[in-house]
């Protein structure tokens, strides 16, 4: 089964808004890392957050992580239509080989 | 290299073939993941190297599913007696080190057994 699950499925905005994407995991974790998808193809890295931290940036990104709540959120400040993609979060699991499981994802559309 | 490489970026074979699909990482890496996407839907974990650690291979699906990591660099995932089902992308990911990097991703193959 998928460690993490996103909410929502999809997502729809105007250009200049914010959107914000949740994801809950259920095992303990050494890092959280979001990733986004164009096309049904390879990902992308956008940041990574380790289990010590509570909020990190980059550029209009904002990531925080509750992990009391096993929970993180993506926000994207003052969208563009070129930041329509799938979002992904992805867990670096603690105690089973540290390998990257990935949550069900959110898709996310901005209107020009 | 450049980046992750995979090929072929696309596979159309016939339900019952075998198929081989091949990831060559970015030189150096030492972690290598293959995931499985169907349509509209999420990475499923199928398998993970490390190093010279025995694979993590808790996601494959059947027995009809195998990999190998050669020499630590390339990866052949082999797919016995495909099914239909067997119909998805099949992404291969590589990272540098053991905790807290990133993953740097191929394009991908698209499978469709027919």
């Known amino acids: 089964s998928q460690q993490g699950e996103e909410d929502p499925q999809a997502l729809s905005i105007q250009e200049g808004e914010n959107a914000t994407m949740n994801c809950s995991y259920k095992?303990?974790?050494?890092?959280l890392q979001w990733y986004r998808q164009n096309s049904g193809r390879g990902l992308v890295h956008l940041i990574l957050i380790r289990s010590n931290e509570r909020e990190k940036h980059s550029g209009r990104l904002r990531v925080t992580l509750d992990t009391s709540k096993k929970s993180s959120s993506l926000l994207i400040t003052a969208s563009r239509a070129a930041d329509t993609a799938s979002y992904f979060c992805a867990t670096e699991l603690m105690y089973n080989t540290d390998k990257l499981i990935f949550g069900t994802g959110t898709r996310l559309q901005v209107f020009p | 290299g450049a980046g992750v490489s995979q090929s072929p970026s696309n596979k159309v074979t016939e339900k019952g073939k075998d198929v081989e699909l091949r990831c060559d990482p970015i030189?150096?890496?030492?972690?290598l993941y293959w995931y499985r996407q169907s349509l509209g839907q999420g990475l499923e974990f199928l398998i993970y190297f490390q190093g010279n650690s025995a694979p993590d291979k808790s996601g494959l699906p059947s027995d009809r599913f195998s990999a190998e990591r050669t020499g630590g660099s390339v990866s052949t995932l082999t797919i016995q007696r495909t099914q239909q089902e067997d119909s998805a992308v099949y992404l291969c990911?590589?990272?540098?080190?053991?905790?807290?990097?990133?993953?740097?991703f191929g394009q991908g193959t698209r499978l469709t057994v027919v």
């Open positions: 030189s150096g890496h030492t972690a």
């Open positions: 095992t303990s974790i050494n890092n």
């Open positions: 990911a590589s990272s540098p080190s053991r905790q807290g990097t990133e993953a740097f």
